[in-house]
Every structure is written in C-alpha cells, then in structure tokens.
C-alpha cells in the first residue's frame, strides 16, 4: 500500500517513520522543500516534494498540517486523489473539518491521535511516538466502513489505542483535557509575569521548580497550535471556561470564609479522580 503523507513536522514525520519501517511505500509533502529532502535523507520517505501531485497513486493520504489549513489542502489535493483514496487527518478539533472534508470527500475520515512532545519540526520526528497513545476516530454515519477500517488498522499498527466517536463529543471532550488547560496554563505564566513587585517576581522565577513546570507547560508551548485550539473550538472551549470560573469563584469564596472543612474534602477529591483522567 502506498501512503501519503502531506506536512512532515513532528506528527507527520514521526508516523511516516514508524509506517516506512513496517514497509510501506511512503510518500511525502511539504511547503519547504528543505523539509522534503531531509525527509529523504533520513529514511522517512522514500519519495518527497512539493507538489501535491505526488499523492496520485496513494491509497491513503494522512493531512498533517496545521488545523486552520486541513480544509484548503483537502480541496487542493482532490484533483490528484484515485477515486478509491482514503483521507484523514490529525487536526484536534473535528467538527468542522469533519463536516467539509465528508462533503469534499466520501472517503474522508477525521481523526485525532493524542501524542505530541514539546519539540516541533522534522528534526524533532521519532520513532514509537504514538506507543499507548489514544487516537480517537471520528466517522459520520455514512462515513464508508472500509475507510473506517482503515484507518484504524493503520493507527493500531502504530500502538495506539482506538476510541470511536462523533466528532462534536470529540470537541467537546478535548476542549475540557486539552484547550482548556492550555488557556489556563498560559494564565498562570501571565498572571505570574504581571506581579507588579518587581522583587516578588524575581525571587518567584527563581524558586519555580517541578509544580510551576508541570502547570506551565502546555501554556508555554506552541502559540499557533493554541490560537487555532481556540478559534477553531470557540463554543465548547468558551463553556468549559466558564464552568471552570464558576467552580474558582466558589473555591475562592471557601477560602474568604475559612471553609477548610470544604476545601480538604476538594482536594482528597481530586486527589482520588485524577487517576481516572490518566
């Protein structure tokens, strides 16, 4: 089976890597074309340019770009596909792009593989990135069962774990485990940043160890990656913040009135069902 692959950053390269050594015939794509011939140079293809003509002959075609560009490459490569091509892509938000890329494309599955690290680009491309990872599958009802299956055969081969389901549960799950942390994340570096006592804040980049690292890290990461997180799932992001407000409001007012009963009972809470998100 011969599959394309059109974006070769950390994503994309990293699966290309891990599909080219289980023999398949990989294709890539990308903008820069310093890009394409490292990914020559490294083994993680066997064929790369520019040019989405070369996604002809692919079986299967894997968009790893960025979210706000999946929809304008689809439309682009259509005129190269073979009327029995598959499309997916790992964009992680899925409701719009979902419902064009089915309406562009029969053939069009969504799909959201939740594996990442801090590093981007090709350079950044490792092998077993997606080992334990969940990709979460998200076909509509007359989405073809061969496409489904194949997509999933070919994540499993991977070492993901599969999860099935529509793409606006899609959204609105990750908006709670991973848009919103991320926005609350960025707060905390911003909210640290504006201390108006310049001493305080120096002797506070200084202490900040293992607990500000583990809390700053999504909010200190890709700032396209979160804009278009957050632009692109407004509603469901927008609600989970604002339930998020309403239980810091609350936590806020327990800890005026000294409730300390309460707020013990919040924290052995959570302390128990953090396992349960992990």
């Known amino acids: ?34 890009t394409c ?13 520019v040019d989405l003509a070369l996604m002809k002959d692919c079986d299967l075609i894997f968009i790893c770009t960025p979210i706000e560009f999946i929809i304008p490459t689809l439309i682009n490569l259509i005129p190269h596909l073979s009327p029995h091509a598959v499309v997916t892509d790992v964009g992680s938000v899925k409701s719009s792009i979902v419902q064009q890329g089915k309406a562009l494309w029969s ?8 594996a990442g690290t801090a590093n981007q680009g ?15 599958i998200t076909p509509e009802h007359d989405t073809p069962q061969s496409a489904i299956a194949l997509i999933t055969n070919i994540w499993s081969l991977v070492g993901c774990e599969i999860i099935i389901t529509t793409p606006q549960i899609h ?10 942390p991320v926005i609350i994340s960025a707060n905390l570096i911003n909210s640290c ?18 607990g500000f690292k583990d809390t700053s890290r999504v909010g200190g990461g890709n700032p396209e990656l979160g804009l278009m997180m957050a632009r692109n799932n407004k509603e469901n992001l927008l609600h989970s913040l604002k339930h998020y407000q309403q239980n810091l409001e609350e936590l806020i007012n327990d800890i005026e009135q000294e409730n300390w009963d309460k707020i013990n009972t919040l924290l052995n809470t959570t302390k128990e069902n953090r396992s349960k998100f992990l």
């Open 1 to 34: 089976m011969k599959i394309g692959i059109i974006g070769l950053g950390l994503i994309g390269a990293s699966l290309a890597l891990d599909l080219s050594s289980k023999n398949y015939h990989l294709v890539g794509v990308s903008r820069n074309s310093l």
């Open 37 to 49: 011939e490292k990914a020559k140079e490294k083994g993680i293809v066997k064929e790369s340019g």
């Open 107 to 114: 053939n069009f599955v969504g799909s959201h593989p939740m």
């Open 122 to 136: 090709i350079d950044s491309a490792q092998k077993d990135l997606f080992q334990k990872a969940v990709c979460v």
């Open 171 to 180: 959204d609105q799950a990750v908006a709670w485990i991973s848009h919103l």
């Open 193 to 210: 940043q504006r201390e108006n006592d310049q001493n305080i804040k120096q002797i506070a980049q200084k202490l900040a160890s293992t």
